[in-house]
């Protein structure tokens, strides 16, 4: 019976990951990446607990499968959150690489009566 009441514990912390996940996606979406940030680092001790129950809990197969079957979703959240940051990533990337440029540009026109105007190359 304590194994039971183990695996459902382990099981109500795996769905609080789960919904910690889905949060997370949310804020992330918001583009609140401080609170974001915050959030996965409190989850990190739920991590790490549900890792040293599974090393000690002897799983039957109907457990073991109910147990895959959440984590499978948990995984799939944290994929679509990590695609999520890494277009995000790419954005922030081109909108730097437009205004780098677009400096560029303005520094080589931007000229007083002392100085004349540069010479750049616009394909960096």
Not at 53 to 67: A, D, F, G, I
Not at 81 to 110: P, S
């Amino acid at each position: 019976m304590q194994s039971e009441q183990q695996f459902e514990q382990l099981m109500m912390q795996y769905n609080q990951l789960k919904t910690g996940s889905m949060d997370i996606r949310k804020l992330i979406e918001s583009e609140d990446f401080d609170e974001a940030i915050s959030m996965l680092n409190k989850r990190e001790e739920v991590f790490l607990n549900c890792k040293c129950m599974r090393n000690y809990l002897e799983l039957t197969p109907v457990q073991e499968k109910e147990l895959n079957a959440l984590l499978d979703e948990l995984r799939t959240i944290e994929l679509e959150n990590i695609k999520m940051l890494e277009k995000g990533k790419l954005e922030i990337q081109k909108e730097l690489q437009r205004t780098q440029q677009n400096e560029k540009i303005q520094q080589a026109y931007d000229f007083d009566e002392n100085k004349s105007g540069n010479i750049i190359n616009i394909e960096e």
